[in-house]
């Protein structure tokens, strides 16, 4: 996916987990951060990405989609990893496991009570839905989801065991938005439940996968198979201060 007229300015400070002030062209303005959980990459000094808002009645101009960091640029759109995984599902780089090519994609789609990010048909006639979690939290070379609790990934999880169990093929897909990650793991710290779920829809029969991305100020696009490990140790404690003696 790209974005249209990207503007490059400094990090400042976030008010609050909605806006950022940032200086562009030697003026501190007020920018919207199109991610709300508790990135541990803004920090005062580094260099974000910004595209112009389409709304022109907003009181900010801006979104804030980017950061770049001593990894390189890390994408922080929440909005970003669905647009990036439809296109890898439309073009079948994205590989699900026992669909060998997917033919139908359909977004936003109604089940039970919840709505997942797509439903799709495979060249077989299997039908699926697919969840997608956008990660920006890494320690070294480990990312981890979630940054802060949340209540309705689990929720999602819980539904694509149903799913599984109706008869749909069910996939949990997080998307990499952080550069050099060698393998994907739950942050027990912030929810030790949401790792004992995805176990349960693991031995279920529901696949997660784990998909890196390559991100520039302006784009991100589609990267490698990331391994995903419910046992791999991260340490958020430890996140919080490596990003905080970063530049």
Avoid at 63 to 82: C, F, H, M, Y
Avoid at 92 to 112: C, D, F, K, T, W
Avoid at 192 to 201: S, V, W
Avoid at 221 to 247: M, R, S, V, Y
Wanted: aromatic share 8%.
């Amino acid at each position: 996916m790209d974005y249209l007229d990207t503007v490059l300015a400094i990090y400042v400070d976030r008010p609050n987990r909605f806006v950022a002030q940032v200086r562009l062209n030697h003026q501190i303005i007020v920018a919207h951060v199109k991610n709300t959980g508790r990135t541990n990459i803004l920090i005062a000094g580094r260099t974000v990405a910004l595209v112009p808002a389409t709304n022109n009645k907003r009181k900010t101009c801006f979104d804030l989609i980017a950061v770049r960091t001593e990894k390189g640029w890390i994408n922080i759109d929440s909005q970003a990893p669905n647009i990036v995984v439809k296109e890898g599902l439309q073009n079948n780089s994205i590989a699900l496991p026992g669909i060998n090519q997917v033919i139908r994609v359909h977004p936003e789609m109604q089940y039970q009570d919840v709505r997942f990010d797509f439903f799709g048909e495979g060249d077989q006639q299997q039908l699926f839905f697919l969840e997608v979690k956008g990660v920006t939290l890494s320690q070294q070379n480990v990312a981890a989801f979630p940054d802060s609790p949340s209540q309705r990934g689990e929720k999602h999880v819980r539904k694509l065991i149903s799913a599984k169990q109706d008869g749909y093929h069910a996939f949990l897909l997080f998307l990499i938005q952080v550069p050099d990650i060698q393998i994907v793991t739950i942050n027990r710290a912030i929810q030790p439940t949401l790792a004992e779920t995805i176990k349960i829809a693991q031995n279920a029969g529901v696949h997660v996968l784990a998909y890196g991305t390559h991100v520039k100020p302006g784009r991100m696009t589609l990267g490698q198979p990331i391994p995903f490990n419910l046992a791999q140790p991260f340490n958020f404690a430890l996140a919080l201060e490596e990003a905080a003696t970063q530049k």
